[in-house]
């Protein structure tokens, strides 16, 4: 029987998202095999969370592409972005939150290729007067990563309806969280 990498990793991926101080036994069974061929394929956690950054970007990247984010409007490119990232939102949680990937001189450069693509839609959004110009377009990268993340979570323990995820993250990432008037 052959090993499905791909597939052991979106069950880690799975497991992992809902409790990431899982253990590798537990990555195992949630994977269906046993921790000696997980390890086999991944070292250990270090290999497994790197594997996972692979696909996380590799996915997030597939959703930038589907997100057209040069078509249209920018508020319109930013909800096209949140629906296509919906699906990976919580491997990209858990992998936001894993300092190992993020510490030292062997950052992964694929992150920063994400970065440069959100942060062009806000600079092009706030260029064309779309979007706030007080604010960074670093920041609202940051933003947007910390709502997907905050949006993943809250759907997942049941704090809100899934369906509500798009609309949730769009509506404070443009709105903030002032009060208008009109209300």
Same mark, same amino acid.
Request: charged fraction near 25%; glycine fraction near 8%; include cysteine.
């Given at each position: ?17 809902? $409790? ?19 390890? &086999? ?8 969370? $790197? ?61 920063? &290729? ?17 979007? &706030? ?51």
């Amino acid at each position: 029987m052959t090993l499905d990498r791909e597939q052991v990793l979106r069950s880690a991926a799975a497991l992992l998202t809902r $409790k990431s101080t899982a253990t590798m036994d537990e990555v195992a069974r949630a994977a269906g095999i046993g921790r000696a061929t997980l390890h &086999r394929h991944f070292a250990g956690r270090d290999a497994l969370v $790197k594997a996972l950054e692979s696909l996380g970007i590799q996915e997030f990247e597939a959703a930038l592409d589907a997100a057209a984010l040069d078509e249209g409007s920018c508020e319109e490119a930013l909800r096209r972005l949140v629906a296509a990232v919906e699906p990976s939102a919580g491997l990209l949680s858990f992998l936001v939150t894993e300092n190992q990937l993020f510490e030292g001189d062997e950052v992964n450069e694929g992150w920063n &290729r994400l970065d440069a693509r959100v942060s062009a839609l806000f600079r092009r959004g706030q260029e064309r007067g779309e979007f &706030r110009i007080d604010l960074t377009p670093a920041w609202l990268t940051e933003a947007f990563y910390g709502l997907v993340s905050a949006g993943a979570w809250t759907v997942q323990v049941g704090r809100v309806a899934g369906q509500d995820f798009q609309y949730m993250i769009v509506e404070l990432l443009l709105g903030g969280a002032r009060r208008s008037v009109e209300q």
